[in-house]
Structure formats: structure tokens, C-alpha cells
């Protein structure tokens, strides 16, 4: 007689973190089996699209070639034409790019494309409590990472001629700040909404016939995606899982745009000043 394998359930501890940490959401779960892609043909596509606007921005800023010219024939001053391109990508394709498909391809209500990429309500809960949590862990785990392993991933990407960021790049040595303050307000728009609308709101969605690869294979693209600072995203691959992890717990977009912001502002303040004492 065959023994029968006992179901061991996982410990109290796990489910009441389990519990702490996420939040089920039907109606988002619907969205994504109603609306993933299907076909061949579209899920190569929707994951080409986690691509193509960092494809289009590489082309327009770190091409010189391409870059030279736009600025002969606009007559717009460098470094103002790179962050109007900038800004046409963070902000023009990541927010308005999925309105227009979901209400024109897909017949969605304004209403219904809100509750599509998870704003129609807010995540108190995730947004004011699991965020700092999560941040803090983020930062702790990232900072042996970012003393030993990042400045050699940053010299071994920089050996590619191809992957350096140009010497005009608004993106060198903090020369964005350079920009007008209405700039850098779209620019934070694009960076810590836009994006978050289009990859987490929308992408990851459209993907979900990749099952649990989803929110990792949507987190890498995330960072490949970021073609134009290649040496500065690209060696953090590992730690953009975060993204993808935070909204597979969440399943509403306002505690990843706080994480966003956080990343971008705080942990690289809270790095350099602890990577300084360390010196």
C-alpha cells in the first residue's frame, strides 16, 4: 500500500506576513486574463514595447550622428532638444500611449482605462506603511552591492564604445539640472508616473501570459529599456525585481509611484552619503 504524502501547510508566521504584505484585487486580475496578449504576433509585440521608446530615446540623444543633425535643422539649443526628446518619451508615450490603445484598440471607457492600470483607487495601506518598509530593506540589501559589485559593472559596460553615455549628455555629471524648472517638473512626471503607468499599469498586464515570469521578465525590460544611461541603470538589473515584486503584492500603481520617487531621490542621496563614509 502506497503511503499518502502528507500536505505540510506553511507556517503561521509566512501567512500572516503573507497577509501584511499583499493585497488581492480581482478586478485587476480580470483585466489581465481578459486583456493579455494572445496571439504570437502580440505578446512579441507587447514585449518589444517594454523596448522601443528607450530604442527611440538612445537614437535621438546618445546618437551623435542623429543628435548633431536634429540640432542643425531644429535650431534648438543642446542640452534643451535632448530633454524636449526626453520628455516626449517619459511623458508623451508613457501616459498617452496607453489611453489611446485601450480606448481605440480595445473600446475601453476613460473610467475603465483608470481602473485598467490600477488609479481608480488608492492604497493606503501600501502607500504610507509597506513602501518605507520595503524601501528600507531595498537600501539595506543595495548597499554592499553598490560599494563593491556597481563600479566594476559601470567600468566593464563602459568598455563598449556604444554603451557610453556621449560627453553631451544632459544625463552627465548631473547636467539635467541644468534644465528649465517646467522641464524638470515633466520630467519628473515621466520618470516617477509615466513609467509606472506604462509598465506596471499597462505592460505588465499585456504580458501576463508570461504567468509568475511576468513581473520579473517586465522588471528586467524595465532596466534594458534605460538605453540611454545604460552604465548607470543597466548594472542595477537585479534590484529592479523590486518594481515588478512591490506591484505583484500591490496591484495598484501609488505605492510604486512613491517607490519610484524614493529610488530615484532618496536612495541615491542615502548611497552617496554612506558610500562617502565609507571612504
Known amino acids: 500500500m ?6 505540510i501547510p506553511p507556517p503561521q508566521s509566512w501567512l500572516r506576513l503573507q497577509s501584511f504584505l499583499v493585497r488581492s484585487d480581482r478586478r485587476q486580475d480580470q483585466f489581465t486574463a481578459a486583456h493579455q496578449a494572445r496571439t504570437a504576433s502580440r505578446q512579441v509585440l507587447y514585449l518589444a514595447l517594454h523596448l522601443l521608446p528607450g530604442a527611440f530615446a538612445y537614437l535621438l540623444v546618445n546618437v ?5 543633425f536634429m540640432v542643425r535643422v ?14 516626449g518619451v517619459m511623458v508623451a508615450w508613457h501616459l ?5 490603445v485601450l480606448n481605440r484598440a480595445e473600446k ?3 473610467r475603465q482605462i483608470v481602473s485598467f492600470l490600477g488609479l481608480d483607487h488608492f492604497d493606503f495601506k501600501g502607500f504610507f506603511l509597506i513602501v518605507p518598509l520595503f524601501f528600507l530593506v531595498y537600501t539595506l540589501l543595495s548597499l554592499p552591492f553598490m560599494r563593491f559589485a556597481y563600479p566594476v559593472l559601470v567600468d566593464w559596460i563602459n568598455l563598449v564604445p556604444w554603451l557610453r553615455d556621449p560627453s553631451y549628455s544632459i544625463f552627465q555629471e548631473d547636467r539635467i539640472y541644468l534644465l528649465p524648472g517646467w ?3 515633466l520630467f519628473a512626471v515621466g520618470n516617477f508616473v509615466g513609467e509606472e503607468v506604462y509598465f506596471r499599469g499597462y505592460l505588465l498586464k499585456k504580458i501576463g501570459f508570461l504567468g509568475s515570469w511576468a513581473w520579473i521578465v517586465n522588471s528586467m525590460l524595465f532596466t534594458i529599456y534605460h538605453m540611454w544611461q545604460p552604465s548607470m541603470t543597466w548594472p542595477l538589473i537585479i534590484f529592479s525585481l523590486a518594481f515588478g515584486l ?3 503584492w500591490r496591484k495598484n500603481l501609488y505605492p510604486l509611484i512613491l517607490f519610484h520617487f524614493l529610488v530615484n531621490i532618496v536612495w541615491g542621496a ?9 571612504h
Not at 74 to 87: A, E
Not at 270 to 278: H, Q, T
Open 108 to 110: 475601453l471607457s476613460f
Open 96 to 100: 498617452f500611449f496607453p489611453f489611446i
Open 270 to 278: 542615502i548611497i552617496g552619503a554612506v558610500l562617502e563614509r565609507w
Open 64 to 68: 551623435s550622428a542623429i543628435h548633431g
Open 74 to 87: 531644429s535650431h534648438i539649443p543642446d542640452p534643451l532638444l535632448q530633454g524636449l526628446c526626453m520628455v
Open 246 to 248: 512591490l506591484m505583484r
Open 183 to 185: 522641464m524638470l517638473f
Open 2 to 7: 502506497k503511503a499518502v504524502a502528507e500536505v
